[in-house]
């Protein structure tokens, strides 16, 4: 299946991207899809959200179609 990848601020500069499509399987997690695409990158201060929804790094992709990296944010 295809999942389309965003990433965002320091999760852009880390992978190198902002935008990109993959070919995964319905059992991969978002941690191994990113440590995938960006073995080096950082990603334990940074949420997930899949198809919209905050998950866990280890959860299963399942049929998503999208995969959203934030980081941190603060303000003021």
């Known amino acids: 299946m295809r999942i389309k990848i965003l990433a965002f601020a320091q999760a852009r500069d880390q992978l190198g991207f902002d935008e990109r499509e993959i070919d995964c399987a319905p059992e991969h997690t978002a941690r191994e899809i990113i440590h995938g695409l960006g073995p080096g ?28 990296i934030i980081p941190p944010v603060s303000g003021g």
Do not use: L, N
Request: aromatic residues 8%; hydrophobic residues 40%.
């Open 41 to 68: 990158a950082s990603i334990e201060t940074m949420r997930v959200a899949v198809d919209c929804e905050y998950r866990g790094w280890d959860d299963p992709v399942g049929d998503a179609k999208e995969i959203a």
